[in-house]
C-alpha cells in the first residue's frame, strides 16, 4: 500500500480508483513552506494541478517521493530535471482536458468578435449599447494557431466548420499532420502574425516562448481579411507568460488589438487592480480551461491509472521526464 498526497484536489471518482488499488490517499493542500520543510516525505506519491510548486528544493527534501503526477497538461509546475535525478518519474495526463479547453477558446474567440462581455457588463450598469456593439464573424478569416497539438487541432475543427481558413506555427510538427488537418504550417512565427486576424495559442510555456506574442508581433497583424475591416484578436488557453500582458494592453489601447481573452496569467491568483480588466475590450477567465466535470471525472482518472501503474514499478506511457531518468 502506498500513501498518496493529493494536494490540488481530485475528483472523488478518481480517489475511489486509488483506494480501490489498496493505497491511502491524503487530500489537501500543502503550503510552500511546509513543502520546503519536508511535508512530502512520509509520501510514496503526490499528485497536483497547477497551485502546487515541485521546485527542486522541495523535491530534494522529499525522500520517498517515487512518483509526481500532474493532474492535466503543463508541467511547468514542476521540475523534470531535479525529479529526474531524484529517481523521481513524472506523469501527466495529456489527453483528458482536451474537449473542455477546445470549448473554451471557441467560446471566448465568439465572446470576444460578438463583445459578449462587454455587452453584459453594459446592461448591468443600465447601458443599452447596441449601436456601440457591431461584431464580425469568424466565417472568412484567418485563425493563427501557435503550437498544434491535441487542442489546437480541436479548435481547428470547430474553427473550420464555422468557415475559418486554419493556419499554425509548430516547429516540432512534421509537416503532413498539418495538411491532413487542412492546415497551412508557417516555417516562421512572424510569417503567422502577418497573416492571421485571430491568433490563439496552444504551445507550452518555455524560455523559447516566453512573450512570444509581444508588441513588435502584435503590430505585424493585418487587422483585415476579404475587405472586412475585421480587427485583431488574442486568445490565450494555454499558459500564462507567453503573452506580453503590458504589450498587450498597450497594444488595446491604441487599437492595435481589437479585443484579447485570457484564460491564463503571468501572476495568478492575478493581483489587485490589475490594468487588463478595466479595459473594455478585454475580458478573462480564472485558470478555468479544463474546469468541466466531465473533464475533472476523466483527468482524474487518467492520472489514478498512470500513479497506479508506476507504483508497481512498471513505466507509463505518459512519463515528461523520462530523459532525465
Known sequence: ?????????????????????????VL??????????????????????????????????????????????????????????????????????????????????ISSLRHVARADRGLRNNLWEKKQLKGTEL????LGLIGFGRIAQGVASVAKTMGMEI?????????????????????????????????????NLSDETHHLVNSDRMKMMPGKKGGIVCGNHIVNCARGGIVDEDALLTALEDGTISSAALDVFEVEPLPENYPLLQHENFHGTPHIGAATMEA????????????ITGLTGEQPSTIVNRQYL
Open 1 to 25: 500500500m502506498a500513501r498518496i498526497a493529493v494536494t490540488d484536489g481530485m475528483a472523488p471518482e478518481a480517489v475511489a480508483v486509488l483506494e480501490k488499488a489498496g493505497h491511502e490517499v
Open 28 to 109: 489537501g493542500f500543502i503550503q510552500s513552506e511546509d513543502l520546503l520543510a519536508g511535508a512530502l516525505k512520509d509520501f510514496d506519491a503526490i499528485i497536483v494541478r497547477s497551485a502546487t510548486k515541485l521546485t527542486s528544493e522541495v523535491i530534494e527534501v522529499s525522500a520517498g517521493i517515487s512518483i509526481i503526477g500532474r493532474a492535466g497538461v503543463g508541467v511547468d509546475n514542476i521540475d523534470l530535471e531535479a525529479a529526474g535525478k531524484a529517481g523521481i518519474m513524472v506523469v501527466n495526463a495529456p489527453n483528458s482536458s482536451t474537449q473542455s479547453v477546445v470549448e473554451l477558446t471557441i467560446g471566448h474567440l
Open 139 to 142: 466565417s472568412g478569416k484567418c
Open 167 to 203: 493556419h499554425t506555427y509548430d516547429p516540432y510538427l512534421p509537416p503532413k499532420v498539418a495538411k491532413a488537418q487542412g492546415a497551412y504550417l508557417h516555417k516562421k512565427v512572424d510569417s503567422l502574425f502577418k497573416t492571421c486576424t485571430h491568433i490563439s495559442i496552444h504551445c
Open 296 to 307: 475533472q471525472q476523466r483527468v482524474g482518472i487518467e492520472i489514478a491509472n498512470a500513479i
